[in-house]
């Protein structure tokens, strides 16, 4: 048999391949007499061959079959053997193998080999893979070795233990007086473990965390020692000795120091001192430096100490290294909540960093830029923020319109402006803009009430010049239903009112109808601006003729709501102009729309900001008294006489209305607050479906596509009572799976109310990472007719396209 | 653990070394080298050295013709992990002599005995240059049968 070639050879070889195909038969070929060899039981060559396979395991092919040469390696007594027998075992094998348990004898035996070599293969391999049972076994081994004076020894035995711990936590107390003196070490391998495993014990263990606290002085004499000792070349690193030391009795120190007074106090020094005294024309001094600004802004330092801390972070944004500027930008924004004040001083170079050409960095200035505007500097950062709206990637203008319209609503200095600015969105960044922020926004304009005139006339005329932009297109239309009236009146007065007819209006919505830009979303909308306009113009035959077109369209949508709206005008004409009044001020239940930008790690998979899902149940409910009111008190034509009437009072003529009547209040209540539920099936495409019905309550789902991250599916649920009896003191719960995560937001109210006369919305939002089946268990909990109801269900029926 | 793993990759993908500090499924490490080599590959040449992939910190950087690859968890710290690139290739430059490409290539299994005794369990074990390069020669030493690094079959390519 000759001998199997060598390592080297067979790489020069399969290089040589010019195709895949060729190297897969080059491979193939080899793995043949590889395995024949292995066969044979061959000693001397095993090594070669199982070095060959390392590498063609590394080119992405299969393996296994040289595990168990790997144990036959790790027990030979040739040096050259174990090594390679060491590394196979840490390439090929890991705690999922039984194998991998045949390894503990060996290195057991190893850790005890009188060369320190062989020892420190052993204590490596146990390092990087050891499972909890070979940890177990071999703890005491580790321990020993923790204690021993060799440095090179000690250091690997001390990283070891760290592993050990990390697998098989309980075993940490028997480590603890082997690290008695381990600070007391002068070689920098052994002290840099050490600190490592202390690190560790720290953040596991309070207990432990008490007990070496009172290394503090020691940590801060080492660091201090490293700082003032002069050149090493060993430890060098452009001028400076051992930084990778440093940062770690930084981070140790910072540990420590956390929520203490006295151990912040006791590093307060050095920490001043590295913070002033490094050396910051390289990475490696800024590593430093950066480390003591994390450690400054974690323990309880005084407040010198915090703000040249932020100045650090401030210097750092104007540094020439990219690097640098990213890492600054990012702490900033962690810092920005506790030390607002401080970081508002460096506002105009965050504000310069929106210009930066790197991605990473626009992101985190975006968004801390977005931390920093207040009452004081609203109108310079929003045309700061404007004009990065108008330049950046599409992948910032969703969040970036988001933040606009939440900083807005918090710092406005005027109606007026509040409106431009959002004008100034939704043309420049109209397609961008979230679904969720067109209630919000119209739920702003209604609330702007002496603006009104204002706002649809820049709206008209924005529709004029564009109509693709979907958002704005919705707005608009909600905006020329409501105020249509205004429009042609010309009662603008914050410009130039402009002229224009009925008839001018009547075309544009119509125009947005027949449109191909328009989104059936945005047909639902306009359809419904031109019925409300019945009441404000006079056109109304024109309407009447459009709507009935609509009555046969394709569309389900449309036909369903032209066929009513037909219906309103035939049967039930006497309530439309109660029924499409101007909208009444909506109250905020619950905090509309986002809250906040949700401060994001980076750029690939940013984090949602959380819609909350507006509640639109206010409104009908009061709506709904709205009406029996205005139904009751004002001059209502005569009912028809098909309907049985009491010709007594109002009330009684209400009652009997709401007796015979299929639409009515069910009509407007299902329109303002279906419009939401169906407005999300049209835009999301995810059906919404009936998660619970029994006894009189009915609890659908709603389900948003939470863009741009499509692991976390946001829900809406919608609760509805048909019984006669409120239901109080109504609570929702939900439990999933433990491969999901659950939020539940505050639900708009606690009362259902009866007869279907509103729902009560809560918003779960469930992060859902390894895509796998939604399923939910939900309690319900509520008091109905005086008696405590409680129910559990499970919820199997999610669409596919929900959690897909 | 704070590293989770260490990656050398080519301009074309070619995958060199691999070091993994946490146990994972082989169909894992295909995936995750993938995600890697295509992330890393596709940066503008004048963006910043790091981005966020998952719950993990990414830290790369080019040397000649080899990407250096390496995911930190997300409270580490980015500039310091430049660092911990920088060291090793210095470790690497000095022991082969103006290391290149190839020698990684025809030399792997050296190579990953020096990341060994530098890194270990995700942590630095050493951080005296001259301690690791003297361990690996005494080891070296120790071998019953040598394997020099081998004398490069062309010239090299680019200098480290």
Request: contains cysteine; neutral net charge.
């Amino acid at each position: 048999m000759p001998a199997p070639i060598r390592l080297r050879e067979l790489i020069r070889t399969i290089r040589t391949a010019r195709t895949q195909a060729e190297e897969r038969e080059m491979i193939q070929k080899e793995c043949a007499a590889i395995r024949s060899s292995f066969r044979e039981e061959d000693n001397t060559y095993r090594c070669r061959n199982v070095a060959k396979l390392l590498y063609m395991h590394m080119l992405g092919y299969p393996a296994h079959f040289g595990q168990l040469e790997c144990l036959k390696l790790i027990a030979s007594q040739k040096f050259t053997d174990k090594r390679i027998g060491y590394l196979g075992a840490m390439l090929l094998l890991d705690e999922r193998q039984d194998v991998h348990l045949l390894m503990t004898n060996c290195i057991k035996n190893d850790l005890n080999h009188s060369t320190q070599y062989v020892q420190g293969l052993a204590l490596c391999t146990l390092g990087c893979m050891g499972s909890s049972e070979m940890c177990r076994d071999l703890a005491g081994e580790v321990e020993k070795l923790l204690k021993t004076s060799n440095s090179y020894l000690r250091k690997k035995a001390a990283l070891c233990a760290v592993h050990v711990i990390r697998k098989v936590p309980e075993l940490m107390e028997m480590f603890l007086p082997a690290t008695k003196n381990l600070l007391s070490e002068k070689n920098h391998g052994v002290l840099h473990t050490s600190v490592v495993l202390l690190t560790e014990m720290c953040e596991r263990s309070p207990d432990m965390l008490a007990h070496f606290r009172k290394l503090v002085p020691q940590l801060v004499r080492i660091l201090k020692n490293l700082i003032m000792s002069g050149y090493s070349p060993e430890h060098d690193v452009s001028g400076i000795s051992d930084p990778f030391l440093q940062v770690r009795i930084l981070r140790l120190l910072r540990i420590l120091g956390k929520g203490d007074d006295d151990s912040s106090e006791a590093m307060n020094d050095i920490l001043a001192q590295v913070a002033t005294n490094t050396e910051t024309s390289k990475n490696v001094g800024n590593a430093i430096l950066y480390e003591t600004v994390l450690t400054i802004m974690d323990i309880k330092s005084e407040s010198g100490l915090r703000v040249l801390a932020i100045n650090i972070l401030g210097r750092f944004l104007l540094n020439n290294d990219k690097n640098i500027r990213y890492v600054a930008l990012t702490s900033l924004l962690k810092t920005v909540q506790t030390d607002h004040n401080a970081v508002q001083r460096h506002r105009s170079t965050i504000v310069d960093c929106l210009k930066d050409l790197d991605v990473s960095i626009k992101r985190r200035a975006m968004e801390l830029s977005f931390a920093l505007v207040n009452g004081n500097n609203i109108r310079g950062m929003m045309k700061e923020l404007l004009y990065f709206l108008d330049s950046c990637d599409p992948e910032f203008k969703a969040d970036c319109a988001s933040g606009v319209f939440l900083a807005a609503e918090k710092y406005a200095p005027s109606k007026r402006w509040h409106i431009d600015t959002i004008m100034r969105v939704l043309t420049t960044a109209g397609s961008y803009v979230r679904d969720d922020s067109v209630p919000n926004l119209i739920q702003l304009i209604t609330n702007s009430v002496e603006m009104h005139a204002y706002t649809v006339q820049r709206l008209y005329k924005a529709l004029l010049d564009d109509i693709s932009q979907q958002p704005l297109v919705q707005v608009a239309s909600w905006c020329i239903g409501e105020y249509g009236d205004l429009l042609i009146s010309g009662q603008c007065e914050e410009e130039e009112p402009i002229q224009v007819t009925e008839d001018e209006v009547l075309d544009v919505l119509e125009g947005l109808l027949v449109s191909n830009l328009s989104s059936p979303v945005t047909r639902g909308y306009s359809l419904t601006a031109i019925m409300k306009l019945s009441t404000r113009f006079s056109s109304v035959n024109r309407i009447k003729k459009v709507v009935s077109i609509y009555g046969s369209s394709i569309d389900v949508e449309l036909q369903q709501r032209a066929v009513e709206y037909n219906a309103l005008f035939k049967k039930y004409d006497h309530m439309r102009p109660a029924l499409l009044e101007r909208m009444p001020i909506m109250e905020k239940t619950a905090s509309n729309g986002p809250t906040e930008i949700v401060q994001t790690n980076g750029e690939a998979e940013p984090s949602v900001v959380e819609p909350k899902h507006p509640p639109p149940v206010g409104q009908p409910a009061s709506q709904g008294n709205d009406l029996l009111d205005l139904l009751g008190g004002n001059d209502v034509p005569v009912i028809p006489t098909t309907m049985p009437t009491k010709p007594a009072s109002a009330g009684g003529e209400l009652l009997d209305l709401l007796g015979d009547l299929s639409l009515g209040l069910s009509l407007m209540a299902f329109y303002l607050f279906d419009l939401f539920k169906t407005v999300n099936f049209l835009s999301t495409g995810i059906p919404p479906m009936t998660a619970y019905n029994k006894n009189g309550l009915k609890i659908d789902f709603t389900f948003e596509r939470a863009n741009p991250n499509p692991n976390v599916a946001v829900i809406t649920i919608h609760a509805s009572n048909s019984t006669e009896a409120d239901m109080t003191d109504f609570v929702f719960q939900a439990a999933v799976p433990k491969t999901f995560q659950l939020q539940l937001l505050s639900p708009s109210s606690n009362v259902v109310p009866a007869l279907n006369q509103g729902t009560v919305t809560q918003v779960i939002r469930v992060l859902n990472q390894q895509k796998q089946q939604l399923r939910m268990r939900i309690k319900l909990t509520y008091i109905h007719k005086g008696s405590a109801v409680q129910d559990l269900a499970e919820v199997n029926n999610f669409p596919p396209q929900s959690w897909q | 653990k704070h590293m989770r793993f260490l990656l050398l990759f080519s301009r074309q993908g070619k995958l060199r070394l691999q070091k993994w500090f946490t146990p994972i499924t082989e169909r894992e490490k295909k995936k995750i080298i993938r995600d890697m080599t295509t992330l890393v590959l596709a940066r503008q040449p004048r963006s910043c050295n790091f981005l966020q992939w998952k719950d993990l910190k990414i830290i790369y950087k080019r040397y000649a013709s080899l990407y250096f690859c390496l995911a930190v968890e997300n409270q580490e710290n980015e500039l310091l992990a430049l660092e911990v690139i920088h060291r090793y290739v210095e470790l690497l430059d000095k022991y082969f002599g103006n290391v290149c490409e190839l020698d990684i290539i025809f030399n792997f299994e050296k190579a990953y005995f020096i990341l060994d005794e530098f890194l270990m369990g995700g942590e630095i074990q050493e951080t005296s240059k001259q301690m690791v390069n003297r361990c690996i020669e005494a080891s070296d030493m120790l071998q019953e049968v040598r394997y020099p690094p081998t004398p490069r079959p062309v010239l090299p390519v680019a200098q480290l």
